[in-house]
């Protein structure tokens, strides 16, 4: 039988989780008592209601007004049409193979392709979209205070526009593993980046390059970047120009600080976006 | 049972729909509810965030995620339960407390799950209230609380006083104003039960409510 004094310390522990002041000693002591009382930590039920209509009945009474400059921005970015959320198609990343069959067969230095080929490429990979509304919430400010992590969870969280889809290595570099997530609406994005060698800035460093084929068959410096420790690292995406609906970012290994325009003699990646 | 009558937005019929509140109206795509949830609810929204965030532009970015999170999760309301501006401050407290804990992260601390647990779980309880958690519920229940507790629910949730703030203000102890709040807010949430707005719950943690 449970102790009611543990039960009485749980749900203190819950409260103080639910009003944000739990100290680190107390949130470890509520993962610890949940555990023992063979009840979840996080507080279902009565207490974040209470919490919640106390909150909404405060705030109908007396409350610091939303800015009018974000109440705008709000409003001017949310989409000009919505969809009923119960008919939402979703999205699926998975790839079918590319054009030249086994991707991993590919050698790094092997033939070059076009960048037309890639955009092609990509756009033969998808197979749904899941596209909301590209305007969604227009731009906002990246927080400074923010790491990388947040910074995409924050991307996947709220950019309804969002892309998400895997990249792969290619050639030698078939042990590159991740993710790109791009919002159009935004013009911000991260490549979640694993199994790509450390490189030596001083002799090549990774470039970016994003195809956007409804801007120009040239792909988009997506900016350069180091490897400098193995693992997952995250990268911004830097484009320099506007792009829209990419279908593709592809990664080369270039000289140091990059190239206006890639030979692609080393192509050590691609990721094709969902169309 | 009355849950059992309630449907999600998304199985309403038209003319229901077309009557219905903002959130049942934004869960079926209509552009215009959106307007009206940042003009009704903006300032809710705004001043939790506030209360977790002063830095203006973060609290900006926590509220563009709020405002995602109450669209997708807008089919999911049920009125049976807790009024609209409950199930709005519901969701912004916890996307509040989610950045909130992002920002504190400490890399050595075993860290709680994320609370991304469905809002369902806290929201659609297994036995349904007599009635809907809403202002007037709330201001009756806290007339049941004791003058200090009272004081000091206030002083925090409608001040936005700190703990800390309070202990000085009010010449009590850190330790002693922390734990007033919080049995203060069980004792407004016991309220809330006897008076059948909130459902009782079953399993370990409610064990003090059937004692």
Known sequence: MNNPNNLDRLEELQVGFLLGDLSADEEIELVQLASKLGCQAYPDGSLPLTLAGLDASVHSAQSEDLPESIRERLAAGFPSQLSPLHILPRAENNLIEGPFGNQSNIRADGPRISWAQWGAWAAAAAILCFWLGSEFLGKYSVQNNLSFEDRVEMLERSAVDKVVAPMEGLGTYSSLAGNFIWSDSRQEGYLQLSGLPVNDPAQKQYQLWIVDPSRDEAPVDGGVFDIRSPGMNIIPIDAKLQVSRPKAFVITLEQPGGVVKSRQEIVVGIGSAPI | ?211
């Not at chain 2, 209509?30 to 929204?45: P, S, T, V």
């Not at chain 2, 519920?137 to 629910?153: H, N």
């Not at chain 2, 800390?164 to 807010?185: A, D, N, Y």
């Open chain 2, 1 to 211: 049972m009355m849950q059992s009558a309630v449907k999600c937005a998304s199985e309403l019929p038209y003319e229901r729909i077309m009557t219905a509140g903002i959130l049942t109206r934004l869960a079926n795509g209509e552009r215009e509810a959106m307007q009206e949830c940042i003009d009704q609810y903006g300032n809710l929204i705004w001043g939790i965030t506030r209360r977790f965030f002063s830095d203006m532009s973060l609290a900006e970015d926590i509220v563009q995620e709020i405002l995602t999170e109450i669209w997708n999760k807008s089919r999911t309301y049920n009125p049976a339960v807790a009024s609209e501006s409950t199930f709005v401050a519901l969701i912004a407290r916890r996307r509040s407390i989610d950045a909130l804990r992002k920002l504190r992260r400490r890399p050595s601390m075993e860290p709680l799950p994320e609370t991304d647990v469905s809002d369902e779980a806290d929201y659609n309880h297994e036995s349904s209230p007599e009635r809907p958690v809403g202002v007037e519920e709330i201001s009756k229940a806290m007339g049941q609380i004791s003058g200090e507790t009272r004081q000091l629910i206030e002083l925090s949730i409608q001040e936005g006083f700190t703990h800390q703030e309070i202990s000085e203000q009010l010449k009590m102890p850190l330790g002693t104003v922390k734990t007033k709040i919080r049995r203060g807010l069980l004792e407004l949430r016991n309220q809330l039960q006897k008076s059948g707005c909130l459902a009782m719950e079953s399993g370990p943690a409610s064990g003090k409510e059937m004692r």
